[in-house]
């Protein structure tokens, strides 16, 4: 399918596409900058790539045309994805794609605050993830990863000037016939600081929300605030030193990390992991999304006060977290899984273990149920709150459950099945309405769906060999390293050199918790990544959170936030 | 604190320095600063397997003016640190801090140009708990040991005891 894109695009545009290219299954056209919107809106009008789904940035130092940005899009209704590259010399240009999709507002931002290449026509180009008094570009080649600067004071996101342009604008609005409201004066707007240091902005997210009376009639969010640099460090170790960074970034659910990171590589190697590694990787993924769903419900409920609900939800994920510290010595920072196999077996009796807790879980969530289904409360507090309409969410990149809950059934699980996703029986549940109760409910749904995964799974466990038989990737065992000089050797290699990836480039993808979990990989065929971007599914999602809450009150804000399931680790990376 | 059994009745002498130590040691109110992963785990700390009101901390308050234990959960970012530093001048004295994890102690193995190499370069920190997330017990044990020194503790108020600490 994607192949005859390349082709119809090469008869649209003729000499315009400057180079193509396919690897591991990727396909991508090269294009000159200018003429990169007339490709993304034919793209996106002519076949169907409703959505962005990343903006990266690659530097090449020493090449004339310093750095290279490729668009990653998606076609949801057709099944394809394509990239398109454009090259860039230092200070020179990009035209932005905001005017074509919403999630290209924040990705460009990134592109310019990690590499410095700015966007022509971008309405808003600051930083996003470094501080506003750091200078140079972090992900340049030629910034040491060391170097820290240091910032003293948190940036205004509201100056006087945008809090008159709001009055003005709320005036507008008393202004129309039949609307009759006092006049609005700047100082009778309010500045309300919500985040970072809140407990429903998680201590890391930030929104600033000018107030007329209990009403946001404006909002604007920050991030950054626990930037780690997880792609800067990936550059900076070897491609199997990366997978404990993996499990910080979406650190309620890191066994889903694990298993997309060791798939994104293992595409790269072009080696395909044991029947026996796929099906366990299924089995902790699922696990991990329902520990995942139960935190983010749980938290999401306290938020709007229903206290009870985080007990019985949260032991449910304690005992779960107990299997998980038996299985690989930690509760939360698993690091379980490796490139090319896992990092062991499951330990005896593990699946009856297992089935006893997604009892519990089962338990949990009918308790849960009883007290919240019709619950006047809960439903006044949740239903129409927030909403979106599909095709907004897929404008602004929404993927996982946020756009299940708009009643578009797409889960790359069955879409693009991987690790044998494709032999197990579930439904994907979807919502109706896209508004906060829906997003709850298509996460209790989808828990029930992934209790139903792991039981197939458990009961269908393939046996034979956790880890391919593959020298290049997996660490002999140890009798050879003490007992043969090849065996040292290959650990020896292994270890200090890393494994060596092929150059070459593929993005590799699976659904996470939250959505497109993506890590689009760039190697030069030494130990280390040359480039690694993460396509973290809640960044898209947090940059609409501003227009979902404008023109609701602040407890709404809250209610929303809790149901979008921002997790600030894979958000900032 | 001691029980006069010369006397007939019920009444108790004790020095008013420990009277007031032992009410402060039993009722810490704890501000998560909660900014990444190990938040996940002060949220298993308080929940009910591990059960924190066991040590009478279980009041947590997300309001500096209202709590007197900070408990720095996560990584903090050159971005955060002036944040971390406004809160914690917002809490009233006296006031203890717990760096819960590598990150929040040393900045862990994020050695980058974000991450600021342990919280105590912007605030005073009286515990660092290792572990990346340290577990709810050690946590726990962190928490007791708190506990002990403030019972040792005069009225000093804490920025009074660290004074080369504070704003380092
Ligand atoms: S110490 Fe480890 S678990 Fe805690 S915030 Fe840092 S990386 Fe996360």
Not at chain 1, 257 to 264: D, E, G, H, T
């Amino acid at each position: 399918m994607s192949q005859k894109l390349v082709e119809r695009l090469r008869q649209e545009f003729g000499a315009r596409i400057l180079g193509e290219a396919s690897e591991h299954g990727d396909e991508s056209v090269t294009v000159a900058r200018d003429d990169l919107p007339l490709v993304l809106a034919h793209l996106r009008d002519h076949e169907g790539c409703e959505q962005l789904s990343d903006v990266v940035g690659i530097d090449h130092p020493g090449r004339q045309e310093r750095f290279e940005v490729v668009y990653l899009l998606r076609s949801l209704s057709r099944r394809h994805r394509i990239q398109v590259r454009v090259d860039v010399p230092e200070d020179e240009a990009v035209p932005s794609a905001c005017g074509l999709y919403r999630s290209a507002n924040w990705h460009e931002r990134e592109v310019y605050d990690l590499f410095g290449v700015p966007f022509a026509g971008h309405p808003d180009l600051r930083r996003i993830l470094c501080h506003h008094e750091f200078e140079g570009h972090a992900l340049r080649k030629d910034y040491p990863i060391e170097q820290g600067q240091e910032c003293t004071r948190p940036e205004k996101l509201f100056s006087d000037e945008d809090i008159a342009h709001a009055a003005r604008r709320a005036n507008e609005v008393s202004a129309q016939p039949g609307v009759v409201l006092d006049e609005v004066h700047p100082s009778d707007l309010l500045t309300v600081n919500l985040g970072p240091s809140h407990p429903a902005m998680h201590g890391a997210l930030r929104a600033e929300c000018l107030l007329d009376g209990e009403t946001i009639i404006e909002a604007r969010t920050e991030i950054g605030y626990i930037h780690r640099c997880f792609e800067k460090e990936a550059e900076d170790h070897t491609w199997a030193q990366v997978m404990p960074y993996t499990d910080r970034l979406n650190y309620c659910s890191a066994m889903l990390n694990n298993s997309i990171y060791a798939m994104a590589v293992e595409k790269l190697l072009g080696v395909e992991a044991t029947p026996r590694a796929q099906a366990i990787r299924v089995i902790v993924s699922e696990l991990s999304r329902i520990i995942d769903h139960l935190v983010c419900i749980c938290a999401n409920l306290v938020d709007i006060g229903a206290l009870t609900n985080y007990w019985y939800l949260y032991n449910v994920r304690e005992s779960i977290y107990q299997s998980l510290e038996k299985l690989c010595g930690s509760r939360l920072t698993t690091n379980y899984a490796r490139i090319g196999g896992m990092s062991h077996d499951l330990y005896p009796g593990f699946d009856e273990e297992i089935k006893a807790k997604l009892q519990e879980m089962e338990q949990g969530i009918s308790d849960v149920m009883k007290l919240v289904a019709r619950n006047r409360i809960f439903l006044d507090r949740t239903v129409g709150v927030g909403a979106i309409s599909t095709a907004d969410a897929l404008s602004w990149g929404y993927t996982g459950p946020c756009l299940r809950a708009t009643g578009l059934a797409w889960d790359l699980r069955k879409e693009a099945p991987y690790s044998g996703y494709d032999q197990y029986e579930f439904d994907v549940p979807t919502g109706e309405n896209g508004d906060t109760h829906d997003r709850i409910m298509v996460r209790m749904a989808e828990m029930i769906q992934s209790r139903r995964i792991i039981l197939q799974a458990l009961e269908n466990l393939p046996s034979g060999p956790v880890d391919v038989d593959d020298a290049r990737v997996i660490l002999p065992p140890k009798a050879k390293v003490y007992g043969s000089i090849e065996g040292v050797m290959n650990q020896f290699k292994l270890i200090y050199e890393g494994i060596q990836v092929p150059a070459g480039r593929g993005y590799g993808f699976g659904e996470g918790a939250n959505g497109e979990l993506g890590f689009f990989c760039v190697s030069d065929g030494t130990g280390h990544p040359y480039r690694m971007k993460v396509r973290p599914p809640c960044f898209p999602i947090f940059s609409s959170y501003a227009e979902l809450i404008e023109g609701g009150m602040v407890p709404d804000a809250i209610a929303i936030l809790g149901s979008l399931n921002i997790i600030a680790g894979e958000l900032d990376r | 604190m001691a029980v006069d059994l010369e006397r007939p009745s019920n009444f108790i002498t004790t020095r008013l320095r420990q009277a007031v130590n032992w009410g402060r040691k039993y009722s810490l109110w704890p501000l998560p600063f909660g900014v990444a992963c190990c938040a996940i785990e002060f949220m298993s700390t308080v929940s009910s397997y591990n059960d924190i009101s066991r040590f009478g901390a279980e009041l947590v308050r997300f309001s500096p003016r209202q709590s007197d234990l900070m408990i720095i959960a996560g990584t903090i970012s050159y971005k955060q640190a002036p944040i971390l530093k406004t809160i914690y001048a917002q809490m009233a004295e006296p006031k203890w801090v717990i760096a819960m994890g590598v990150c929040a102690s040393s900045g862990g193995f994020y050695n980058n140009y974000s991450t600021l190499q342990g919280a105590d370069h912007v605030i005073p920190v009286d515990m660092y708990v290792a572990g990346c997330p340290p577990t709810p017990e050690n946590l726990l044990y962190a928490l007791t040991r708190i506990q002990e020194r403030v019972e040792k503790e005069g009225f000093v108020p804490s920025a009074a005891r660290h004074p080369d600490r504070v704003g380092a």
